[in-house]
């Protein structure tokens, strides 16, 4: 039971193309931005588009694997979890981010 504490699955677009990052350890960290819709009908029974916007971090080998064959507009799945982390701006002002960290991906639809 403990391994849906924390789990996240998502199925939706890139937004842009993913910024890798090589670090000095030669791992790479993959981030970029999933939007994924939910349909609904208004009171006035018309079909509403509801976009939501996440954004995914990736270590290792999953950010190798979208380094290779992930790109804007791409339909993508992930799995993985909730992570959020805080930095200091120029400004000395405290930023939180929460992100999905993900630690599998499925690439989906057309080549």
Known sequence: MSSIKNHVQLIGNVGQEPSITKLENGKKVARFSLATNEYYK????????????????????????IEQYVGKG??????????????????????????VEANEILLLGSK
């Not at 006035?44 to 950010?63: F, L, M, R, S, Y």
């Open 74 to 99: 791409k339909e993508i799945g992930i799995v993985g979890k909730l992570k959020t982390r805080s930095y200091t701006t120029d400004d000395g002002n405290q930023r939180y981010v929460t992100e």
């Open 42 to 65: 208004n009171s006035k029974d018309e079909k509403q588009t509801d976009t939501n916007w996440h954004a995914i971090v990736a270590w290792g080998k999953t950010a190798e694997i």
